[in-house]
């Protein structure tokens, strides 16, 4: 038995501060549960299924993830994992296992080209979607005539991809993807209260319950997490953002499907 639970004491040495700091870059980790809904248009069920889908998983991943940084802070003390890039095989070097944190290290490894498989085919999707209506060129929903799949969109993610992972710290782009989907969840959620007031006509796949309560939760959560990132981190943030903005009001805005049958 290699856990000390002395190791847990104090039990938070940084206080509330220390856990909501920690909370908005591991935040990073809740991210991909939202690429489900990508997949919409291709579930039988998705008023069902997507629920479940998102909801299941997040509950499963919440509970493994609690588990096993409990018993790493448990086996090492947690000023140790400090710097550290492969703290589970690190956990495991500490109880004597090598063997197992040399295995550990490579399913490390291949679950990364899951990660980026999943997230590639999401993100696809996304730019395929906002093609299609107009805000983005209309190349990025070209579909491959035999394959029927968004080829071009494919490709002009994984070159973007690469190049961010090729020239951006992760710590630094973690930050950076975190406060954009804080922000994006923040926006989907306003868009909640907008559209239940004025559309709920709208034919709806999934309806959110408890409706204002949940979005406004949702927005104070999202923008609290948002307050504990670094400056740096915002002001790159409001860079990425005006030049989103340019771009909407000097293209999609002009070519936008539901713009044009407004007009």
């Not at 491959?144 to 994984?158: D, L, N, R, S």
């Not at 710290?169 to 975190?178: K, Y």
């Not at 406004?216 to 953002?241: D, E, K, N, R």
Request: hydrophobic share 60%; proline share 6%.
């Amino acid at each position: 038995w290699h856990v000390q639970p002395a190791n847990w004491q104090p039990f938070a040495p940084f206080g509330f501060s220390g856990i909501f700091n920690a909370a908005a870059l591991v935040f990073f980790a809740f991210i991909g549960f939202d690429a489900v809904t990508s997949a919409a248009e291709e579930v039988r069920n998705p008023r069902r299924d997507l629920p479940i889908g998102i909801i299941g998983s997040l509950a499963v991943c919440t509970v493994l993830y609690v588990v096993v940084a409990a018993i790493m802070t448990g086996i090492v003390p947690f000023a140790k994992f400090a710097g550290v890039d492969h703290p589970v095989s690190l956990a495991l070097q500490f109880a004597g296992q090598n063997w197992v944190a040399g295995f550990v290290d490579l399913g490390a490894i291949l679950g990364m080209t899951t990660v980026i498989l999943v997230m590639t085919y999401g993100q696809t999707r996304v730019i395929f979607a906002m093609s299609r209506d107009g805000l983005l060129p209309e190349r990025l929903s070209s579909v491959h005539p035999v394959h029927a799949t968004p080829y071009f969109a494919t490709w002009t993610v994984g070159v973007v991809f690469a190049a961010i992972a090729a020239f951006v710290p992760l710590n630094v782009l973690a930050e950076l993807i975190n406060i954009g989907t804080l922000a994006a969840f923040t926006l989907i959620s306003v868009a909640v209260l907008v559209l239940r007031k004025t559309r709920p006509e709208l034919p709806r796949a999934f309806r959110c319950p408890g409706v204002p309560v949940v979005p406004l939760l949702s927005i104070g959560f999202c923008l609290f997490l948002m307050a504990h990132l670094q400056a740096l981190t915002w002001a790159a943030f409001l860079v990425w953002l005006a030049l989103g903005l340019v771009i909407y009001f000097a293209y999609a805005r002009r070519n936008a499907v539901l713009h044009s049958a407004a007009r």
